[in-house]
């Protein structure tokens, strides 16, 4: 695997969160088996207590460091576990329902050995038919729940000013690295020395919006954030979550609660109680809807 000029050898660790999406974890790693078999990189999945013969992975893909949980820790827990035991100078996060698209690891690589201040890396992350996911994105504001990428206001008014100020990947030429306020962890890439500045996610976050909660901290220890077109992921919309989509909701909406509270400053928390009551109303509101779908549709 050539970075530019440079033959790098074991620079970066690949950290795969499985809950139950075993089948799921095993495409992701064919997707980039040719570099696992030549050990440019190592894989470390975390494995949330799961039912569905997680053994298959070891048995697959021998060099992969496999971990089973006790009970579901979470996204941002597993995630930490991983990131003390392994040591690479980058650290590519995958949710399981990804597939690394050719290219991937020598791109967004070699801009990161270009670009020192760059902390984390977020790549064009693809729908299954090739458009493009808005995984690169604003801080989020009280508008961000009416104009979010699934909202309903989005879908009637796909492209509205406010929708296109908020998914910044929706801007972007699909060529030039662009600076964002945060970029989704189904993948990202993250410098090794920004976590030791920074440190790991945050625990408190169950799952959802601890990558944006990170990127923030990135920010505010001088770190940036890029969107990384060049670099691409397939991601399969919600597989992961879908087993059991009621729950993501709540995770979700209750996540966004935590990530509001934690940045709102003391000013800004005199709107806790409306907030929660907002965040409330629209997690009813959503539920019903995902009822009269198959699956639901959260996505990271």
């Not at 970066?12 to 570099?35: A, Q």
């Not at 949330?48 to 579901?72: G, Q, W, Y």
């Not at 050719?102 to 458009?131: C, I, K």
């Not at 059991?244 to 709107?271: C, D």
Request: proline share 5%; glycine share 8%.
């Amino acid at each position: 695997m050539t970075f530019g000029v440079l033959m790098l050898t074991h620079m970066l660790d690949v950290i795969i969160v499985n809950f139950k999406s075993t089948r799921w974890v095993l495409s992701c790693l064919d997707s980039f088996r040719g570099e696992i078999s030549r050990q440019d990189v190592k894989v470390f999945v975390q494995d949330n207590c799961s039912d569905d013969e997680v053994e298959r992975i070891k048995t697959l893909f021998p060099e992969a460091f496999v971990s089973i949980n006790a009970a579901n820790i979470g996204f941002a827990r597993a995630v930490n576990r991983a990131l003390a035991t392994s040591e690479s100078p980058y650290v590519v996060i995958l949710n399981p329902d990804t597939l690394v698209l050719d290219g991937f690891f020598s791109s967004a690589l070699g801009y990161m050995e270009r670009n020192h201040e760059v902390g984390v890396l977020g790549p064009a992350v693809l729908n299954d038919d090739g458009t493009v996911q808005g995984s690169a994105r604003a801080f989020p504001t009280f508008l961000t729940g009416l104009f979010g990428r699934n909202s309903p206001l989005t879908k009637l008014l796909p492209g509205n000013a406010i929708t296109r100020t908020n998914i910044a990947s929706e801007r972007s030429d699909g060529k030039t690295p662009t600076e964002v306020d945060w970029v989704s962890g189904a993948c990202m890439v993250v410098r090794r020395k920004a976590i030791a500045e920074v440190g790991p996610l945050d625990p408190r976050f169950f799952v959802y919006w601890e990558d944006a909660d990170w990127c923030r901290r990135m920010w505010k220890k001088g770190w940036k954030v890029v969107y990384f077109p060049p670099a691409k992921v397939l991601h399969h919309v919600g597989a992961s979550s879908s087993t059991r989509p009621v729950r993501s909701l709540y995770q979700f909406h209750k996540s966004s609660y935590k990530l509001f509270y934690k940045h709102a400053g003391a000013p800004g928390r005199i709107l806790s109680p409306l907030v929660a009551f907002v965040l409330a109303l629209r997690f009813g509101l959503v539920a019903m809807s995902s009822a009269l779908r198959p699956h639901g549709n959260n996505e990271r």
